[in-house]
């Protein structure tokens, strides 16, 4: 039995009274905050962090911008985003990839000040260092948040609430229905990410183009990185191997690297902790302390047995654990895996998307991926959280099973559901209905006149 305490009736002052609340700024969130805003409407963007972009900021490459036949599927605002961070030489153009089937790289810092100048843009008042901790219900109803700050604890009302927390913390608050993980409660384990600069990127590409016998990749075929400045390297299981045989502890199984946007940067995707659970703060404690002993060890690999990496050093470690699963929300509908490979159509479908279920594996460090043929849709039951009432889900936590959030946690996905919640809860609030009652053909419009694409019913 847990130790309890009860807290004296408190009351809470209300610090803001809205019409769209969402809550988390990562990708999804500052997508949502776009879409809902509009010049008759009170929108607010709540974010924990002192910035706004979530794991946008922190190395990796957006995937997913392309379907596997290599057609631009993701459109509307996450394109606008891309495009504008091209415009400052601060995206890549979308690169089509074997294994990842397209990444488009971005730069972290740039990504924090477009999403801010975009809030600032479209009116949406946002409010950092501000975690929320609780929701307020009547009913079904939820009816606005609580959230903790340096300012004590308060209030917001909303007619509207999007979770865009990526761990579904206000869903979960709300009393929806949560699943975690496989059939065992395995998730798929996190990973502090870290840049290193000095690295000989050209030495790195000829080594891999030139010696595939000695430098092994996966999937993506050697002569790749002779024609390609801009890629995610995952292999060299052979070094790890040899590194392993030399004594060093390295938690994967297959070097993952990727170039950023300075000429000189790579990022590094290698750590791994099996067990942890980002609900629990000791857990991702742990996590953090595990992956920071890890990389440590990933860094004395990278300089002695990886091709142009002799002689570079860290240069930022992100400034948090990488999370790549926790609660997934069970909604109206569950996507899963036969959906994705059957490139499913939906009659709700709000987003078409196109990524392999890439499972990073809870126990030993593997991973394996299985793509769909080409893309599949995403329904707008998936964004219902069963049972509660004014609430929409966007980004990771949307409702789906274990293996099919391997393949709709990619960012640009979680950008275009994003912004479908994002025009889901105005066009909810302008008829006057609940979000769950929408017209689907009415959001689906709306879609379609921000550029969103829709494939041909078949
Ligand atoms: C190591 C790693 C590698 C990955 N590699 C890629 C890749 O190469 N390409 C790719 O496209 N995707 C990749 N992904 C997946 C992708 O980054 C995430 O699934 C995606 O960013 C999720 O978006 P989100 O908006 O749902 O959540 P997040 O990006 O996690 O954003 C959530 C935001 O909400 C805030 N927040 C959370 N809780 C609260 C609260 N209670 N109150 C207030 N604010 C809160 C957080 O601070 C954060 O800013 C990777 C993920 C990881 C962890």
């Given at each position: 039995?847990?130790?309890?305490?009860?807290e004296p009736v408190q009351h809470i002052p209300v610090?803001?009274?809205?019409?769209?609340?969402?809550?988390?700024?990562?990708?999804?969130g500052i997508m949502a905050a776009e879409a809902a805003a509009d010049k008759n409407l009170k929108?607010?963007?709540?974010?924990?962090?002192?910035?706004?972009?979530?794991?946008?900021?922190?190395?990796?490459?957006?995937?997913?911008?392309?379907?596997?036949?290599?057609?631009?599927?993701?459109?509307?605002?996450?394109?606008?985003?891309?495009?504008?961070?091209?415009?400052?030489?601060?995206?890549?153009?979308?690169r089509r990839c074997p294994l990842h089937v397209s990444l488009t790289m971005i730069g972290g810092e740039a990504s924090k000040k477009l999403a801010m100048k975009i809030m600032e843009e479209n009116n949406v008042e946002v409010l950092m260092y501000t975690f929320c901790s609780d929701v307020i219900k009547e009913g079904k109803d939820v009816k606005g948040v609580i959230i903790e700050s340096k300012a004590g604890r308060q209030a917001i009302l909303a007619k509207n609430v999007i979770d865009c927390t990526g761990d579904g913390d206000v869903a979960a608050r709300a009393g929806a229905i949560v699943e975690k993980g496989n059939e065992q409660g395995g998730m798929q384990p996190p990973t502090l990410m870290f840049s290193m600069k000095g690295v000989n990127i050209k030495k790195l590409c000829e080594s891999v183009?030139?010696?595939?016998?000695?430098?092994?990749?996966?999937?993506?075929?050697?002569?790749f990185f002779r024609v390609d400045a801009n890629f995610t390297l995952v292999g060299m299981r052979n070094q790890i191997k040899q590194a392993r045989k030399d004594g060093l502890h390295i938690p994967v199984e297959r070097t993952i690297v990727m170039t950023g946007i300075d000429p000189d940067e790579m990022w590094v995707n290698m750590s791994r902790v099996?067990?942890?659970?980002?609900?629990?703060?000791?857990?991702?404690?742990?996590?953090?302390?595990?992956?920071?002993?890890?990389?440590?060890?990933?860094?004395?690999?990278?300089n002695g047995y990886v091709p142009g990496f002799e002689n570079a050093w860290v240069d930022k470690v992100a400034p948090f654990l990488g999370i790549r699963e926790s609660r997934r929300i069970i909604g109206e509908y569950i996507l899963n895996k036969d959906d994705i490979m059957a490139c499913r159509h939906f009659d709700d479908v709000i987003a078409v998307a196109s990524y392999p279920i890439d499972l990073h594996h809870p126990v030993g460090g593997d991973c394996t991926l299985e793509w769909c043929p080409d893309c599949y849709d995403v329904p707008f039951r998936c964004l219902i959280p069963k049972g509660v009432g004014n609430l929409l889900l966007a980004g990771r936590c949307i409702s789906t099973t274990h293996e099919a959030m391997a393949s709709t946690r990619v960012m640009s996905i979680c950008m275009a559901v994003g912004e479908a919640a994002g025009k889901a809860a105005r066009l909810a609030i302008e008829t006057n209905v609940k979000p769950a009652d929408i017209d689907i053909k009415s959001l689906q419009e709306n879609l379609r006149e921000e550029g969103v694409y829709f494939r041909s019913k078949k």
């Open positions: 039995m847990v130790k309890e305490i009860i610090r803001a009274e809205v019409d769209v609340l969402i809550v988390g700024g990562g990708p999804a929108v607010m963007l709540l974010e924990n962090r002192s910035y706004l972009g979530g794991n946008l900021t922190i190395g990796l490459p957006i995937l997913g911008f392309l379907s596997r036949k290599g057609k631009e599927i993701i459109k509307g605002l996450p394109l606008k985003f891309v495009k504008r961070l091209r415009a400052i030489g601060q995206a890549t153009e979308h183009a030139d010696y595939p016998e000695l430098y092994d990749v996966d999937i993506i075929p050697n002569e099996n067990g942890v659970d980002s609900t629990d703060p000791a857990s991702e404690t742990f996590g953090t302390f595990e992956a920071y002993k890890q990389n440590d060890e990933v860094v004395r690999y990278l």
